[in-house]
């Protein structure tokens, strides 16, 4: 990567956002994390990997604030991560803080090289039920979809506004160390507590991609001018009997499966939205064109990406 380049990114304190900030750290490029005002208290460990000199504190909701902090900065690329996951604080930060982040880039008349949106699979929703890749009509359901969707679409109409080239990563379920999202943390307590709760049959396939790994495709994406965008999931598909068994192994513990009904699911799906990938449950996700175009593949396996994960939780006592 050019060394006079300068990142920003937002989302930073959070799991994709952590381990894009050490993997600029080990290749020693410059940036600018971007944290929300309650970040220091709900992640303490982020001063294990963010230079806090390097760090603003700015809550992206708040127009005047990120007009004001952000506009003189000097940076750019942009990598986007901040996100929130369910209700109307998914549409609040996923469209109108990617807007206001938009906005006052455009009305400081300054120019930026590239943005990186991390959007989600699931903007393609219901689209998920069929064949699909990245030329499908997104049929967004839920307020996590449709924020992710509409702020899909900001990025795209200030491309000629601002002047930039965009990547979009439509990734799978991302999993890794540094997360307090509720789905891996839920599923390894349930299993230290000896149940193995089946929230779908035993055989759903299921596509996830390791943190650190996506981090690799959006570092080599910039560094390689890759534009375009891409649907990001492992290449192997593991049933979820997988997933469960794995976090049993690494516990080392024993269970008693329980087959948790479809209604409770579809309940739980109304406070953590992008539970809804479980309901739509694609038996394949091709990631054919970020092969194809950018050439390297997430390759950390998922027994292997669950052990960090679940060391990582045991480190810091979430679990």
């Not at 894009?20 to 303490?44: G, M, Q």
């Not at 924020?147 to 200030?158: H, P, T």
């Not at 492992?234 to 516990?251: A, G, H, R, T």
Request: glycine share 6%; proline share 4%; net charge positive.
């Amino acid at each position: 990567m050019d060394s006079e380049w300068r990142v920003l990114v937002t989302g930073s304190a959070g799991l994709l956002g952590s381990h894009i900030i050490k993997l600029l750290n080990k290749e020693k490029v410059d940036y600018i994390a971007i944290l929300s005002p309650k970040s220091l208290v709900k992640r303490p460990w982020i001063t294990d990997y963010i230079d806090l000199r390097k760090a603003l504190i700015i809550d992206l909701t708040d127009y005047v604030s990120v007009y004001r902090k952000i506009s003189n900065l000097n940076f750019d690329t942009i990598i986007h991560c901040a996100g929130a996951l369910s209700g109307t604080r998914a549409y609040s930060v996923n469209f109108y803080a990617t807007k206001a982040l938009l906005d006052a880039i455009f009305k400081s008349g300054r120019t930026i090289r590239r943005f990186i949106y991390i959007s989600s699979i699931l903007v393609l929703g219901d689209s998920l039920r069929e064949d699909f890749n990245e030329e499908s009509t997104c049929k967004p359901a839920t307020l996590y979809e449709i924020s992710k969707f509409l702020g899909e679409r900001l990025v795209v109409e200030y491309a000629d506004k601002i002047g930039y080239e965009y990547t979009i990563f439509r990734p799978t379920w991302i999993y890794g160390e540094y997360s307090i999202n509720p789905d891996i943390l839920l599923l390894v307590k349930a299993v230290k507590s000896h149940i193995s709760p089946y929230l779908v049959p035993k055989d759903t396939l299921i596509s996830m991609i390791y943190a650190g790994d996506l981090a690799k495709i959006i570092y080599h994406s910039i560094s390689r001018d890759i534009v375009g965008i891409f649907n990001i999931g492992s290449q192997v598909m593991y049933k979820f009997s997988d997933l469960l068994n794995y976090i049993k192994l690494i516990l080392n513990t024993w269970t008693i499966g329980i087959n948790i009904p479809k209604a409770f699911l579809s309940i739980f799906t109304r406070f953590y939205e992008p539970a809804r990938y479980l309901l739509l449950a694609p038996k394949k996700v091709r990631i054919d064109k970020w092969i194809n175009e950018g050439g390297i593949i997430p390759g950390t396996p998922l027994l292997r990406g669950l052990n960090l994960t679940i060391n990582w939780l045991i480190k810091s006592k979430l679990v």
